[in-house]
């Protein structure tokens, strides 16, 4: 009878686990502080939410798909860290209380425990869950429980040993994940994504016949290193195993990309070496036509970038280096100012001039937007408000606003905030809302637009016609103008049947009582094209370029 220490120690550690978390009233659970993933729950926490493993935290109790901007997961020290806040899933205020642990696969995690704000339950002790993980991490330190296959930990350390002591020879870093790893989790369950998980291993201990070159890092993801004569064989060598993985029975598919790291600075510690290798594999997510890639000193530089900029966006904001430009609007008919769009700059006292190409959309992937469009939607209505006083007639202003604000927070109040604060009506503020959001849950959009439109705000669909959308797409969504995008009006222009493109669009969007704008209107003959087709208001570089507000108050009054 063969002993499967594997099963042995999960069962210890959970018993162990157990006996501490199911003996106190709150809800309890383990996040990943790599992965955000829920990796434990007590029985409270399956009773009143069901099986979370495998969720992302920030998914769960924030109803976000990206980290929070001031996650404590990804933010905190080795301090208790205590947030009080309103979950829609207890709808109710909670408050939970986040530690810092030790993980019994040398994971450093969080332990989260949720009570309503008014109970009074005792506390959990940390300090015991920890002296029982260390217990556990030294009884099973240099494996992976779940595959058996070596940890990260004992990986680094093969692997630098082996690229040390053969100089002769170059080496690689192959580090690989599933694409829609949650996704599998989610349809068909966390044990059927466990065995997904060992199936990799097994594919790892055949490709490389048990030489122990590999490692599950942790979640999904995986890593080795190989000796290569050329890249061709690392290729051939990622490709045999993939056709490994492939050759499965599950009722969904394993796809896998991988990103590779040229050891040839020897110098650089495993773990960089990996995530480089990882940031490579990055850069072809959703890429249906590549399944690898190598890591380019550039990738790098990006990376030191955006850090750079998410450190200095809060101060940023703080210290008013974000400006507000204006882009005028004009009527073809006569040539008159009609309107102007708010655009932001940034102008850091270091760097000079970030182009606003490197911080939006970073800013639309890590939430900072939220924060960025609201301030620049006061300073909006503070320009307005001066117009006003000034004795001047107000143009409207069109200000963006994002998927988040959709998804994340009470658009409604926070304007009609706005427009209390400055004494305004909602005449003067246009609301420009970008084409692809159309796709994403359009009831629910429709709906808060229809709010915002009962209270006075004119609703435009920017970016119209730079996607894979139509005026099908708005027929049931209650807009009042769409702006024709830049490169939409450049590219079906360029030849007859593009001209009657545009005119038929521009014909049916009347049809559907919608106003036409037309933006990166560049050339006379544009112009010249764009009144012929009874289009109603120009944007663009032919009239003027985005400025300050001292200029347009000069130039367009």
């Known amino acids: 009878m063969s002993i499967n220490m594997e099963e042995i120690y999960n069962l210890q550690f959970h018993k162990v686990i157990d006996s501490i978390l199911n003996t106190v009233k709150e809800i309890a659970v383990i996040i990943d502080i790599d992965s955000f993933e829920i990796i434990y729950q007590n029985s409270k926490a399956y009773e009143v939410m069901g099986n979370r493993i495998g969720q992302t935290c920030h998914d769960l109790l924030c109803l976000n798909d990206v980290p929070c901007i001031e996650c404590p997961v990804g933010l905190m020290g080795d301090t208790t860290v205590v947030r009080e806040k309103y979950v829609e899933l207890f709808d109710t205020n909670i408050r939970l209380t986040y530690n810092k642990i030790d993980w019994y696969d040398s994971k450093k995690a969080l332990l989260a425990t949720i009570k309503g704000v008014n109970k009074a339950n005792e506390d959990i002790s940390t300090a015991a869950i920890q002296r029982v993980t260390a217990k556990l991490e030294e009884t099973y330190k240099e494996k992976d429980p779940l595959t058996g296959l070596p940890n990260y930990s004992k990986f680094y350390s093969d692997a630098e040993t082996v690229i040390r002591n053969n100089p002769d020879k170059d080496y690689a870093i192959v580090v690989f994940d599933i694409e829609r790893f949650k996704s599998i989790n989610d349809i068909y369950g966390m044990l059927e994504g466990d065995e997904a998980i060992k199936h990799i291993a097994q594919c790892l201990e055949k490709c490389f016949e048990g030489k122990k070159n590999y490692s599950r890092m942790h979640s999904d993801i995986f890593a080795y290193y190989i000796d290569y004569k050329n890249k061709g064989q690392i290729i051939k060598g990622i490709e045999k195993l993939r056709k490994l993985i492939n050759a499965n029975s599950f009722d969904f598919d394993i796809n896998t990309t991988y990103g590779i790291y040229l050891a040839t600075e020897r110098n650089v510690p495993i773990n960089l070496m990996c995530d480089r290798a990882s940031l490579a594999c990055k850069t072809i997510k959703g890429n249906i036509m590549k399944f690898c890639a190598f890591y380019d000193e550039q990738y790098r530089e990006d990376m030191l970038k955006i850090n750079s900029i998410e450190k200095d966006m809060y101060k940023a904001l703080e210290n008013h280096e974000f400006k507000m430009y204006l ?191 037309a933006e990166g209107v560049e050339t006379e003959e544009q112009v010249e094209f764009l009144k012929q087709s009874n289009c109603d208001i120009a944007q663009g570089f032919f009239y003027a370029k985005p400025m300050p507000l001292e200029a347009f108050n000069e130039t367009c009054f």
């Open 327 to 517: 882009q005028p609007k004009y009527t073809l008919s006569d040539g008159l100012l009609c309107g102007a769009e708010v655009l932001c700059r940034w102008f850091h006292p270091q760097k000079g001039m970030i182009p606003p190409n490197d911080f939006i959309p970073l800013f639309e992937r890590n939430g900072f937007i939220l924060r960025l469009d609201e301030y620049m939607w006061e300073e909006a209505c503070k320009t307005i408000r001066g117009w006003l006083d000034e004795g001047r007639k107000p143009v409207p202003l069109s200000v963006n606003i994002s998927r988040y604000h959709i998804k994340h927070n009470d658009l409604e109040l926070v304007l009609l905030k706005l427009l209390k604060k400055y004494d305004l009506s909602p005449e003067y503020l246009t609301l420009e809302i970008t084409e692809s959001l159309f796709l994403d849950k359009p009831e629910e959009l429709n709906r808060v637009l229809v709010k915002l439109q009962n209270h006075g705000f004119k609703l435009e669909v920017d970016d119209f016609g730079a996607g894979f959308s139509s005026l099908n797409l708005i027929r049931n969504i209650t807009v009042d103008t769409i702006k024709m995008d830049k490169e939409f009006l450049d590219n079906e222009i360029a030849s007859e049947k593009g001209k009657i493109v545009v005119n038929h669009t521009i014909d049916m969007a009347k049809d559907l009582n919608l106003l036409v704008v």
